[in-house]
Every structure is written in C-alpha cells, then in structure tokens.
C-alpha cells in the first residue's frame, strides 16, 4: 500500500493570495453570498469549543444551493484556497474553526426541508436544524430518532459531518443509521448522488457510509436523505439515585444486558448540583449519581419493561427509584439531563470530552475520570448517554489563570489516554476536529491512521478540504 | 480528483507465473494448508450463481487464523497473484468465483464463536455460520437479527463481505447495523483493527462501514465483532393472499406506512406454485399474490399491529387474510417463503435478481418484470423481501438451449435496467460480484464509478484482491 503523505495547509494558498483571487469568487456569485467584513469574520471563527487554534477567514461564502456550493470548491481547487464547511457552528471539537487564508462556507441558507410521506424519507438541505426536521416530519405521524442534546440549535449538515449521536441512540442508532443517500461536492468541485430513496442498497462500495461522519474532510453534503421510522410511543420515565457512580455504572450494565430503554442517561454529582444551582429542578443534590432512564415498549409491555429497570436499578445498590408515565413530568427529568451542559458553563470556561467504552467498562472509565480530576485538581462534572458506554467529562477551569487552563488541557489528554487504555474512543458522537486530533494516532494505531490518510489523499488529493480537521 | 485507471488482472501473475512461485507460498504456511489437487480445485471455483466465466485457481488455501492469512497476502503481494477471498460459496452474484492464476482464499476453517455477553457482542472468525452465531448467541438470551435466507449455510465472512440483508431486516436492519468491528488483513498483509466493543465511536473515518459490503476488494476480514440484542419477542404471523401482485404491494405500502412489521415478505403467484409443486404446503395457488408479515411487538401491542396490517391488507382488496399466534404455524409460512429458491431451482437453471427500489415503487418494478418476461419470453418468478422494497426476480433457463439461455440474460440485464430507471439498485443485498458489474456504471453514474475506484486504487493500487470483481 502506499503511505500517503499527511496532508496539510503547508501548500494552500496564504491569505494574501487567496484574497488577490477573491473577486473571481465574489464574481462567480450572486451579490451577497460572499462576505468579507471583519466583524462578521470574527463571528465565523469558532465552533461551541471555542478552540483557541482557530484562524481567520479571508471570506464567508453562504451559498443557497448546490450549483454556488460547487463554484465555491471549484474556484478553492483551482486557486488551492481551504475550505471550511460548516452547518450551525454548534460543533464542540473545532471541526468548523476556521482556518487562515481559507474560506469558511457556511451551509445556513441551504435549509429546505421536504418529506416524502409514502417513501417515509425527509429530504433535507444541510443547514437545516435537527428539530427543524423532527418538527416537520411529526406532522405527518413519523419520526427522525436521532438527537443530539443540541437538537435545537444544531443542524442536519453537522449531524452528518460527525455521525451524531444523542439519547434515544442507546435503542434507535445514531446518525449513519438514518442516511439514505447524500448529495455531496467533491474536492474538485463535482456534485455526486450516493444512494437514494431504496432502503437497501450494496452496489458498489459503501462511500454513503463513508463520507458520514468525515467532518467535512471529503466532501461538502448538499443534501441528506433521510429514514423516516412511524412516531415514537409515548415513553415512561425512571429516575434512580445511586450512593456512588460506580453503582450506577452498575445498574446500566444491568439494564442492557436484557432490556432495551429509549434512554438511559447518567449525571453524576457535580452534574446535578450544577444543575439544580442553575435551575431548582428537585433533584436529589446528595447522590453519588442519577440515572435517567425511557421506556417507549408499546401498550402493556412497557410498564413491565420499567419494573425490570427498577429492579435492576435496587439490585446495584439504588438509594431511591421513581417512575412516572406522565409525559410531562418525564420531559423535566429529561430536560434537567440535557440542561447540564448549560449549567456546567455557568461554573467557568469548559472543555468538553466524549469518551467511550464498551459498556461494563463505563465504572473503570468513570472511576479514572474521578482520578484524574484529584490529580490534577481540575472539577470534571460528568453526564453520559451510560446505555452507549459515551461519556461526557465536562472539564471546568478558569481561562484567566494559565495555570488553571494548563491543568485542563493536561485532564483533557489524560481522559482521553484513559478511554484508549481501556478499549475506548476518544469520541462517540462529537467528532475528532481539531481539539481531539493530538489523540487520534494513539487510539488507531500508524496502520489504521496511514489508511485514513490514504482514503483522505484519494479523495482529496490538494487537501483543500477542512485541513487541519482529524489529523 | 486523480481519477483512478481501472485495475484489473492484465499486470497480476498468469497460472504459469504463480505455480512456480507456490512453493514458497507452500512452505510458509503448516502442511496441508495449500491445495492444489485439481478435483478440489473445481469444487473451489464457484459459488452459488454458477457464474459461467469463474476460472481456475492455481490454489485453494485454508488458514487457520489471521497469522496465516496474512502470509498468504504477503505472498500473493509479492508476487502480484491474484487472491479470492472465500466463507461458504452461497454467494448469489459470483463474488467469489475462482480466477485463473489466483488462489482460492478460503475461510471455511476459521470459525470460532465467542460471546460476551456483558458487551452483548459476539466475536466471530468469518467462517463461522450465520446459523452458528445465532445459535450461540440464543443459549445467553440473545439475538443476533440478520437473517439472509441461506443463514443456515451462509458464512458470516460473507455476510460481512456484501452487507447481507434478510427477512427481519425491515425492522432490525442490515449486517452493517451490527458490526461494531473488524479485523482486516489489507493488500500488502498488515491486519489492521477497526472498531471494537464501544457502541458508538466515530474517532477518524468510517473505514469500519467501508470494508463492510467492499465484497472482498479491499481486504479480507479475519474477525467480525457482531453486536446482539435481547432475544425477540414471540412473533403472530399473517398471510394475505391478493388477486394481483399490485394489490399485494398496494398493501405493503400501506402496512409501512405506521406500522413495524418484523418481517413483510412477498410471493407472487408463479413462486407459490414452485413451492407447492416443491412441497405442498396448502397455500393458494390461484392468488396473484402473497404476503407473508410477522409482528414481534411486546405484549398486547402485537394483537394491536396484526390487526392494522390485517386491516391494511383489506384496504388493498385482500381476498383472504390468515392471522396465527402460534410459532409453530408461523414458521410453516416463513419456511415456504425461504424454500422459493430452492423450489424454483427444481423447474431449471436459474439467474436470480436482487433489484430494489423505493417501496411505494414496488407495483412499478413488479409490472416492469412481468412485461420483460413476457417480452422476453422466460419464467420470472419473484419473491421479495417487501417492506424494504427489495426484490427477487429468480429467471428460469434451460441451460442446455442456447436461445433459452440467450433470453434468460436479456431478462437479466432488462431487471436491472428497470430498477435503475425507477431509481432503483441492481443489489439490495447480495452483492455485485462479477454477474452484475456490467451493470454498476449505469446506476451509479461515471462520477461515482471513479470515487469507487480510487477508493480501490488507494487500499489495493496492485489490485490483487478479488479483480474482476465489482468493476
């Protein structure tokens, strides 16, 4: 095989040369599609990570469809100007920072949303938000599983980018599991369909599956086919405290191995009295962990389905379990759980993990965790869709102290290392981008890394596309 | 883009090349490893479609573990021999048909079964049956859902290899939905590892999903991490019987479009007839067609879903609706419905089709194959696995009569050409192989072709696996 070389912006144009060559851009599209006024620059530099790495556009291009979404490639390739895709700029690994002397092309415009109701598929532009999607298919009794904690804010084109994940994956998949097809821009400016309306399809390689999750490294998506599955079953919901994390981590092992919830979360303390000091929810501030957990079984099935989480739940040792079928009274427990992020930020500057292992290894992964905020004297509050083994260490430090931002980034690569060394990934549903990437080649190897270069390098040979993303 | 030059077998070893160099191949390996004894190698050279160009293998080579199979792609790559990777050869496409010059990569020996049944994940050498994994795993209370008509004799190397779908599909999906990770030895005999236990990981690209359906092109996969669910629940079983095969997918339509049906299955008149010729089993021969549905919802709920398609059914003007709670009465239907290819087989040579479309497409697809055999003047029987709009049209020949074989492969090439033109696929489960690549370009386009093939370029630029495969 040959090794491919890393590819990099060592060769793209700078930014004076991309901005010499500017007016063939601003000439090739409608008036207002492509800007360049500083402050409106600045507000393209980052994603939700806030990733101090980020350079500065010398444009933003905001196309309205696929046709200005190729002009825009075609004129990157032929001047070799980067080129960073990006849908709602909600991403939490700095897969969408900009890039100096690169051009940020930002999909928000491209925000259709049809629904094919006999084909059960919801045709989407990229820029779409997940609940935008979600809203529009329920009107016609039908459902897009996957969700993100962000669905509100974040968009179709980004889910894809990074193979989304969310709550109800832990029984319903994650993003790759609902793409049909994509219309996607090659680095040379092509347009592709990979795909389409048939549920199964294996001619050819499997390059659908391919360009979801490349965070923008291959390919612009212009457009997502999406399955569509009957509405969701009104769901009951278990709350559950435990003494310690290690005896929640417990219950969840417990609740798999049988059973199959619509939602199995986990919040340790710090989580929850982050969140109850945000917003008084009730929740039990002196508890070692908090589960929350779905069942969405149909008819009479799912109140026996509950009983067995709750019995699993007092056999690892829960102090107390409460179960609502109100849908109501649920969603508040749900929301405490996706409010945690929010709440956390309040504390201080944040750096957010996404660490996975195989499920029965979530109490050695958290009982790291735990070892590492000790050592470093760093608070790692931490929330995790516990059903998947995805965990989310959510590191607070203070960005005016260096001293307490250098024993941040030291917890940040040591949970990673901790995930790695236990089996684990360095991310389930977030993405590599560029804050996680110091430790990609430690959890794949030299072997598995020269073959994403080598797909990378096939694809994308000039490396126009998102550089400085995954490697 | 570097669009890549199409590889091929014109610069890999000829027969005379690689015998002379087998001796080390021979001797690299423990005895009885390599064969070469000719009646073996004929039984070696075809899988279940009986592909008229296979060739003959200078080698049939049987590792034991991954340690041998990579010597044996060292080898190969070294002296650029040609290498066909083989699980049970009851592939439907010719995938793995023999090729002059190259040996037979046959997997049959590697076919350890473990469960973890914490991780829920069962870990197979990709000898290992179909059959064997889900019996394995039954014995924990766990399922393993693919279920590909020949699960009793299909290898799960195969199942890997072209992203098998089967009857259960409609609600708990395809292979690629369960593999959670895989060993691949690659062209130049490194064995990588991609994925692992972790549910959900999206740490660089998707390679994982890539080699999954990559039918042996790209590597060869000595280890498969399967993911399981809790065992399914008891299953009702419906049968319909319609006046005409557009009625029978009217109701099809209707029955996907809010409900989950486990399995939704369809036989047209001429496939019921097979069968009962085959074997009477009581079913009507005078319907146009059949479906053949199961629910697997919990408790009550089942009653409930059996009834809407029941009444789904009769919207689309069933002529008789039979419902049966009994496993037992159930399977008798499901059995009939896997003994088509086996029934129809009994009436002469066949080539046996894979098409899909999207399932509101299904009456447009079906017609399209009545008039082809009509026109075309051969037996099409068609059986489907209809919720996901994926066809079986089995064309009936004499082998022994040049006209009738001629007709037979217009037929052939007549289906695809109908799906394609209805946005449809060649393959929804079975693979392209060498008896369906002519058709490839026509439904993915130049565009696509050339993403296929750099893909290929990149991981196998010798293109010493599986050539003539694909494209």
Redesign the interface.
């Known amino acids: 095989?040959?090794l491919?070389p890393p590819t990099g912006t060592t060769s793209l144009a700078s930014a004076e040369e991309a901005r010499a060559v500017l007016p063939a851009l601003v000439g090739s599209l409608p008036p207002g599609t492509v800007l360049t006024d500083p402050d409106l620059l600045e507000s393209y530099r980052f994603d939700w990570s806030r990733d101090p790495g980020a350079g500065t556009p010398v444009a933003v291009v905001r196309p309205a469809d696929a046709a200005e979404v190729q002009a825009a490639v075609r004129w990157a390739a032929e001047h070799r100007v980067a080129v960073v895709p990006r849908g709602a700029g909600s991403g939490l690994s700095g897969g969408s920072s900009a890039v100096d002397g690169g051009i940020v092309l930002s999909l928000e415009r491209m925000r259709a949303v049809e629904v094919d109701?006999?084909?059960?598929?919801a045709v989407v532009e990229p820029g779409a938000l997940n609940a935008e999607v979600k809203a529009a298919v329920a009107q016609h009794?039908l459902w897009y599983p996957p969700d993100p904690s962000s669905f509100e804010i974040c968009s179709i084109g980004g889910n894809v980018a990074?193979?989304a994940?969310g709550l109800c994956?832990v029984k319903y998949?994650?993003t790759?599991?609902y793409v049909l097809g994509l219309d996607v821009v090659?680095?040379?400016g092509?347009l592709?369909?990979?795909g389409?309306?048939?549920?199964?399809?294996?001619?050819?390689?499997?390059?659908l599956?391919?360009f979801?999750?490349?965070e923008g490294?291959?390919g612009v998506v212009t457009r997502a086919l999406l399955r569509l599955?009957?509405a969701q079953q009104a769901c009951s919901t278990l709350v559950a405290s435990f003494p310690t994390v290690d005896a929640a981590a417990r219950a969840v092992?417990g609740i798999?191995?049988?059973?199959?919830p619509s939602m199995l979360e986990l919040m340790d303390q710090a989580s929850v009295n982050a969140v109850e000091d945000h917003r008084a929810m009730g929740l039990d501030r002196d508890a070692g962990a908090l589960l929350v957990a779905q069942s969405d079984?149909?008819?009479?099935?799912r109140a026996?389905e509950v009983v067995a989480m709750e019995e699993a739940c007092r056999a690892a040792g829960a102090l107390e379990v409460f179960v609502t079928d109100d849908p109501a009274e649920g969603s508040l427990f749900v929301e405490a759980r996706r409010a945690a992020f929010p709440a956390i930020g309040a504390r201080g500057a944040l750096m957010l993990e996404d660490v996975?292992?195989?499920?029965?290894r979530l109490p050695e992964l958290l009982a790291a965790i735990a070892r590492i905020a000790a050592e470093e004297g760093v608070e790692i509050p931490v929330v995790a869709?516990a059903g998947?083994?995805?965990t989310h260490p959510i590191i607070v430090f203070d960005e005016a102290d260096p001293d307490s931002r250098a024993r941040a980034a030291a917890a940040f690569e040591a949970v990673m290392a901790a995930a790695i060394a236990l089996?684990?990934?360095?991310?389930?549903?977030?993405?590599?981008g560029r804050t996680?990437k110091g430790a990609?080649p430690d959890?794949?190897?030299d072997?598995?890394?020269s073959?994403?270069l080598?797909?990378?390098?096939?694809?994308?040979?000039a490396g126009i596309l998102n550089p400085g993303a995954?490697w």
């Open positions: 095989m040959t491919a109701v006999d084909c059960q598929v009794g990074t193979n994940g994956c998949g994650v790759t599991d090659l680095a040379d092509r592709v369909t990979l389409g309306k048939r549920i199964k399809d294996v001619a050819g390689l499997s390059l599956k391919l979801v999750g490349s490294t291959l599955v009957p092992v798999r191995r049988g059973l199959r079984a149909p008819g009479t099935s026996a996975g292992v195989a499920v029965p869709h998947d083994g995805n089996d684990g990934t360095i991310t389930g549903e977030h993405g590599v996680k990609l959890q794949l190897g072997d598995v890394m073959l994403n080598a797909v990378k390098a096939a694809l994308d040979p995954l």
